[in-house]
């Protein structure tokens, strides 16, 4: 599973779930096979970690959840504060504090018929809250995964918008059988011009002579992780671009890692069969690791 292998919990066997501000255990939550999300992938989504009682960058999750649904003109129906109480109020009904990770889907709404039309529609937007205890393998963070090239690529808005978490998420599901087919845990995705952009469901960064190197962020999703690491980079003095760079780049790094709300930062330590670096997490990576997870607890203290 790569960056996304975690603990199974069996407390996740009674969890509740909310749907439209109503809450259903695990096996009894279900939508209508009518739902536009379900029908057509149309909708957006949003994920969230609960650490020490709070939700970690809670504002810019949510700018980047309803700016994704202006973005493909779907009026969620509800004020942005109403989507806070709704979160909140399904940790609280679920008792959770910690090690949490929390789906947020919101979807088109009802269709009287299976058609496209966005405006074809017969209810408000579905909201599902789906909440699980959730951690990551920590091994992951030490010994890193396996990545590989793909042919699958991130492609302009002008197909599908990039810069945003679509529930149509064949893009990167195709990503992702490529690379599992080449022996990859994440496959690394190109541009339309063949610079590198991100990985199936992670961002990437690598690591050159001091410097580290993202992709400019054009055709991939406006990571809130990948937002963060850049930051810590520069308040520390760290040299990192956002910038275009090739595979052959990527052959010669020597380091590289990959960032996600779920697992934060994992080390690369192979691409495409061949070792990066010396083959293991680097101090680089170990470093910025380090001041993420002060970076978190600072945002979730008190």
Known sequence: ???????????????????????????????????SGY?????????????????????????????????????????????????????????????????????RGLKPTPYQAPWVISSQPTLVIIPEYKRANPRRAKEGISLVSVETIRGSDKVQNPRINSLSKHNCIAACIEASEKGGEEGLMLDPHGFVSTCNSTHFF??????????????????????KVLEICKSNGIPSFAKNFTLDDVRSADEAFVTGTFAGLTPVVSFDGVPVGDGKRGPICERLQGLYISLVEDECSG
């Open 1 to 35: 599973m790569g960056t996304h292998e975690y603990f199974d919990d069996p407390r996740n066997a009674n969890v509740q779930i909310s749907i439209n501000g109503e809450l259903y255990s695990r096996d009894d939550a279900k939508i209508s096979v009518f739902d």
């Open 39 to 107: 029908l057509l992938g149309d909708g957006v989504w949003e994920s969230f970690r609960l650490h020490n009682g709070k939700l970690a960058f809670l504002d810019e999750h949510l700018d980047r959840l309803l700016h994704g649904a202006a973005e493909i003109s779907m009026d969620p129906h509800r004020q942005r504060e109403e989507i806070v109480q709704e979160i909140l109020a399904v940790i609280k009904a679920n008792g959770m504090r910690d090690d949490v990770h929390l789906r947020l889907i919101l979807s």
């Open 206 to 227: 690598m690591a050159k002579d001091g410097e580290i190197w993202t992709s400019t962020g054009e055709f991939c999703l406006d990571g809130i992780t990948r937002r």
